[in-house]
């Protein structure tokens, strides 16, 4: 992904915009870090890498260099975590598929997977969509899970069950059994 | 050929990831897993496998 213009914002952060949108990334996490005394002199989109990385200049004539995907990364983008999710579980399957003494046809037909996504996990750069929706999916869900959780209890009217004490063996006032 | 050394931050599992991006003329050649010592993206020349084969002997990488 290429960096399309790259910005000092006033939040202590650079402000990259890509084609997924203007992202933030703090100068907190960069090295050689900004502060008040040796502020950002000059950033610039460094064609050197691809547009992939901008570099930044400091007052004191220091130099540092952030690569798009840790700006994707700080950011938690989707894609790009679905991306690496693949990228291991690819990792893991060809581990795991090489330990096997069983051959390739038969861990196929037991996974009931088609021949050519299976060959196709061979290859590290292949990302299945289906895996990267779900990985995504999951992401998304998890960080939503909190706040579908109260919107259903606010749809429920659910409230907090009062703890249940033991019962009380008193006879009633009134002299009626329990 | 210009590079630039990437430590990502934690991943689903809480593991860090560190990758190698190798340019050349301001294009990207490959992208290197310094852990599986496995290209992400692109391909490593037999010329390129020896240099990080190198770096990583000297404990550069």
């Given at each position: 992904?290429?960096?399309?213009?790259i910005?000092?914002?006033?939040?202590?952060?650079?402000?990259?915009?890509?084609?997924?949108?203007?992202?933030?990334?703090?100068?907190?996490?960069?090295?050689?870090?900004?502060?008040?005394?040796?502020?950002?002199?000059r950033v610039w989109i460094d064609?050197?890498?691809?547009?992939?990385?901008f570099t930044y200049a400091?007052?004191?004539?220091?130099?540092?260099?952030?690569?798009?995907?840790?700006?994707?990364?700080?950011?938690?983008?989707?894609?790009?975590?679905?991306?690496?999710?693949?990228?291991?579980?690819?990792?893991?399957?060809?581990?795991?598929?090489?330990?096997?003494?069983?051959?390739?046809?038969?861990?196929?037909?037991?996974?009931?997977?088609?021949?050519?996504?299976?060959?196709?996990?061979?290859?590290?750069?292949?990302?299945?969509?289906?895996?990267?929706?779900?990985?995504?999916?999951?992401?998304?869900?998890?960080?939503?899970?909190?706040?579908?959780?109260?919107?259903?209890?606010?749809?429920?009217?659910?409230?907090?069950?009062?703890?249940?004490?033991?019962?009380?063996?008193?006879?009633?006032?009134?002299?009626?059994?329990? | 050929?210009?590079?630039?050394?990437?430590?990502?931050?934690?991943?689903?599992?809480?593991?860090?990831?560190?990758?190698?991006?190798?340019?050349?003329?301001?294009?990207?050649?490959?992208?290197?897993?310094?852990?599986?010592?496995?290209?992400?993206?692109?391909?490593?020349?037999?010329?390129?496998?020896?240099?990080?084969?190198?770096?990583?002997?000297?404990?550069?990488?």
């Open positions: 992904m290429k960096i399309r213009t910005s000092v914002n006033r939040r202590k952060a650079f402000e990259v915009r890509t084609s997924k949108g203007t992202l933030p990334y703090p100068f907190a996490k960069t090295d050689p870090r900004p502060t008040g005394a040796d502020p950002v002199a064609k050197e890498l691809d547009s992939e990385a400091l007052g004191s004539r220091q130099e540092g260099t952030v690569h798009v995907e840790q700006v994707l990364e700080y950011n938690k983008d989707p894609d790009y975590l679905r991306d690496r999710l693949v990228y291991r579980l690819t990792l893991e399957a060809q581990k795991r598929v090489g330990a096997s003494s069983l051959p390739k046809q038969e861990i196929i037909r037991r996974l009931v997977t088609p021949v050519l996504s299976a060959h196709r996990s061979d290859e590290l750069h292949e990302v299945r969509r289906s895996t990267g929706v779900l990985a995504a999916g999951a992401r998304l869900r998890r960080r939503s899970r909190c706040a579908r959780a109260e919107r259903v209890t606010a749809r429920l009217r659910l409230r907090s069950r009062a703890p249940r004490g033991p019962l009380s063996l008193v006879p009633r006032s009134d002299g009626r059994a329990l | 050929m210009k590079n630039y050394q990437a430590n990502l931050g934690d991943d689903y599992g809480g593991r860090l990831m560190a990758t190698w991006h190798v340019y050349r003329k301001g294009k990207l050649v490959v992208k290197w897993d310094l852990d599986n010592k496995k290209p992400m993206r692109g391909s490593a020349s037999k010329k390129l496998l020896d240099l990080i084969g190198d770096l990583e002997h000297k404990g550069q990488l």
